[in-house]
């Protein structure tokens, strides 16, 4: 049913975000789409950016118009993907995709999404900037997640994991 092929479509486009990891980070990268007891093959970039792209632009028609809820992906993560692997798309193939990254990121911003610019001052009289409060423990209500396309939920009490840490470190590379 369509429920079950729009999670089918996120879950896939986790697994296209992490070889799209793969594929900025290394030359060579294992590589499977099946369930198999053998090794998965190792691809290099050009096969493993033609998968992705394929991949992306196949969930782009498959991912709601608009998120389902605030943890959830939409068609515009998808593009800003795309976007993202087409910055590169030199460094990858050897040819540049700067018109496609144009285009794709054009679809991405067309979206509901949009900065947030709201600074704040807590009762404390701390002032905080939009910028900052994207990082803060509410931002899945501050008013910031206006402006995330995916939001990995972490309060420090209800749910941990490494998540938070991996995108500082992986953000700053």
Known sequence: DEKTLQQRAEVRFIRAFNYWYLLDMFKVAPFSTTESSELPQFVERPALYEWLGGELKELIEILPDERLSIYRVDKYAAWLLLARTYINAEIYTGKPAWEDAKNAADKAMS????????????AEGIKYSAYQQLFMGDNHKNGAQQEIMLLAYQDGVYCQSWGGSRFLVNMVR
């Open 111 to 122: 979206g509901p999404y949009q900065l947030h610019k709201t600074n704040i001052t807590s």
